[in-house]
């Protein structure tokens, strides 16, 4: 079945600093969405892409079908930014929804 | 990895009527979600629910909507009466701590409201 490969699973960061995490698949994806788990364990979207780049403050992701990835980068990190991260993404033929793992993003002073 | 079981895959109902969603959540998770995704559009979080609980629900969580597990069984979603608008693929999410754990998801039920 499909399958969705999230890197990395835990990242740290400095404040003002960045990265990127990086979601794989190993079919084609018709769209991906990205969220981050808040205090009380809700999914928060970020962001729900069907094709090319979107940009919301310091968040940034990027989904290209063709060579099946995602990413979201993490500009200027601040302390807030920290929690979990999960990518998620659609199948093509079935719409099944398929998640990531998650990436625990720590951001220190 | 911890499974989250979601019975049945696909379920059909005429408007109007009762449905009832199961959630079978990993054995010693404590926190549960439900979330909404209508077709070609993003996922949508519903509510949390946490020792008997809800702790969180959003806008689209309506008065037609309950949740419960009880006695430590199934961890459900009702809607009574469906609408039209009701017809989506409901995840079920759960985790063993409210904070950074990680959520493991159910494979959905998709609801068919005719």
């Known amino acids: 079945g499909d399958q969705v490969e999230q890197s990395p699973s835990a990242l740290s960061l400095h404040e003002g600093t960045g990265s990127a995490l990086r979601c794989n698949f190993t079919t084609t994806m018709r769209a991906v969405q990205w969220f981050r788990k808040n205090s009380r364990g809700s999914l928060i979207n970020l962001f729900y892409?069907?094709?090319g780049t979107k940009e919301n403050g310091r968040l940034k992701s990027a989904f290209d079908s063709k060579e099946r990835y995602s990413t979201l980068h993490i500009r200027d990190a601040q302390l807030e930014d920290s929690g979990t991260y999960f990518c998620?993404?659609?199948?093509?033929?079935?719409?099944?929804?398929?998640f990531g793992d998650g990436t625990v993003l720590t951001v220190k002073p | 990895g911890p499974k989250v079981l979601q019975i049945p895959s696909h379920q059909i109902i005429d408007m109007g009527q009762m449905v009832t969603l199961n959630c079978d959540p990993v054995?010693?998770?404590?926190?549960f979600y439900w979330y909404k995704q209508i077709l070609g559009q993003q996922m949508e979080f519903l509510v949390n629910f946490y020792n008997g609980k809800v702790m969180e629900k959003s806008k689209l969580f309506k008065d037609q909507f309950s949740v419960e597990r009880p006695d430590g069984s199934y961890f459900t979603l009702k809607i009574q009466p469906t609408a039209l608008e009701d017809s989506a693929v409901y995840f079920c999410?759960?985790?063993?701590?409210?904070?950074?754990?990680?959520?493991?998801f159910g494979s959905g039920t998709r609801l068919t409201v005719l």
């Open positions: 999410a759960s985790s063993s701590g409210g904070g950074a754990e990680t959520l493991y």
């Open positions: 054995s010693n998770h404590l926190y």
């Open positions: 998620a993404a659609e199948g093509t033929n079935t719409g099944k929804l398929t």
């Open positions: 892409l069907a094709s």
